[in-house]
């Protein structure tokens, strides 16, 4: 991000020409462009690099057909966003992020308990099978979980 902000713009137009290409979305170049710009002004320290979501496990395309994170669990990682976002204030999940969390945790199997090793995670590992997972016990499906997601924010394709 702090290299986009010294070059100049003929090299972020060139850069954006060989990118967009390759995105999937509903959303035109033009906003694609308007929404960027704003990201020019933002400051990202190098310490709390942490994404969204900050607990999950992967899946490589092998079981469900698309690269994708299942969130460990979503009710953890939305109250865990709030408090980085909102530090000062109280928070309780609703309903909503209820049930689809716990619709993730039945469809993948990975509930709490899972919440350090997904924490954790600095590695994937392969499976018997050849799949990259961290937990080969248990059968997921990643699919529901993008989803469920592209539902909630009302994507239609990611």
């Not at 991000?1 to 060989?18: H, P, R, S």
């Not at 490589?60 to 690269?67: C, E, F, H, P, Q």
């Not at 992020?97 to 308990?113: A, K, L, T, W």
Request: hydrophobic share 35%; charged share 20%.
């Amino acid at each position: 991000m702090e290299k986009a902000k010294t070059v100049d713009l003929g090299t972020l137009d060139a850069v954006m020409n060989a990118v967009l290409p390759l995105v999937t979305t509903n959303l035109d170049n033009s906003k694609i462009v308007s929404m960027i710009q704003p990201l020019l002004t933002y400051s990202m320290p190098e310490e709390n690099q942490d994404g969204f979501p900050f607990a999950h496990m992967p899946d490589d395309g092998s079981i469900t057909g698309s690269d994708c994170v299942i969130p460990v669990t979503l009710e953890y990682n939305v109250t865990r966003l709030h408090q980085f976002l909102f530090p000062n204030e109280e928070y309780t999940s609703s309903p909503v992020v209820q049930g689809y969390s716990y619709q993730i945790v039945i469809d993948s199997g990975y509930g709490e308990e899972d919440i350090d090793t997904a924490l954790g995670m600095d590695e994937v590992r392969k499976s018997p099978n050849g799949h990259r997972s961290c937990k080969t016990r248990r059968m997921w499906k990643p699919a529901v979980t993008v989803m469920i997601i592209k539902r909630m924010l009302g994507i239609k394709r990611l």
